[in-house]
C-alpha cells in the first residue's frame, strides 16, 4: 500500500512538504557549514605553513650566526695560538741564537788560546835551540 503526498489530508500533505523544505535546508547548511569549515581548515593550514616557513627561516639565520659567531671564536683562538707560538719560537730562535753566538766566541777563544800556546811553545822551543 502506497501512499502519495495526492492521497493524504491537506494538513499531513503540508506536514511532509514543510519536513521535506527542512530537511533539504539542513542539507544546504550542512555543505554550506562544511564548505566553511573546509575553507577555514584551508586558511589554517596556509597560514600555519606561512609561519612554519618565517620560523625555519628565523632558526636558520639564528643557528648561521651562531655558527659563525663559534668559528669566529675558533679562529681567535687559533690565530692567538699561533701567535704564542711565533713569540715562543722567535724567543727560542734568539736564544738559540744568544747560545750559538756564545758557542762561536768560545770556539774563537779557545782556538785564539790554542794559536797563543803554540806561539808561545814555539817561541820557548827557538830559544831552547839557540
Do not use: C
Not at 21 to 45: H, V, W
Amino acid at each position: 500500500m502506497s501512499t502519495t503526498i495526492n492521497d493524504m489530508p491537506d494538513a499531513a500533505a503540508a506536514a511532509v512538504t514543510e519536513a521535506t523544505r527542512i530537511a533539504a535546508q539542513a542539507a544546504r547548511n550542512g555543505t554550506e557549514t562544511t564548505k566553511a569549515s573546509l575553507e577555514a581548515a584551508n586558511s589554517y593550514l596556509g597560514e600555519a605553513s606561512a609561519i612554519g616557513r618565517d620560523l625555519l627561516g628565523t632558526w636558520s639565520t639564528q643557528s648561521e650566526a651562531a655558527i659563525k659567531a663559534a668559528f669566529d671564536g675558533q679562529n681567535a683562538a687559533i690565530d692567538a695560538g699561533l701567535g704564542l707560538f711565533d713569540l715562543g719560537v722567535k724567543s727560542n730562535r734568539e736564544a738559540v741564537a744568544q747560545f750559538s753566538e756564545l758557542v762561536k766566541r768560545t770556539q774563537k777563544a779557545t782556538l785564539e788560546t790554542w794559536q797563543t800556546t803554540v806561539k808561545a811553545a814555539s817561541k820557548a822551543t827557538e830559544t831552547a835551540k839557540r
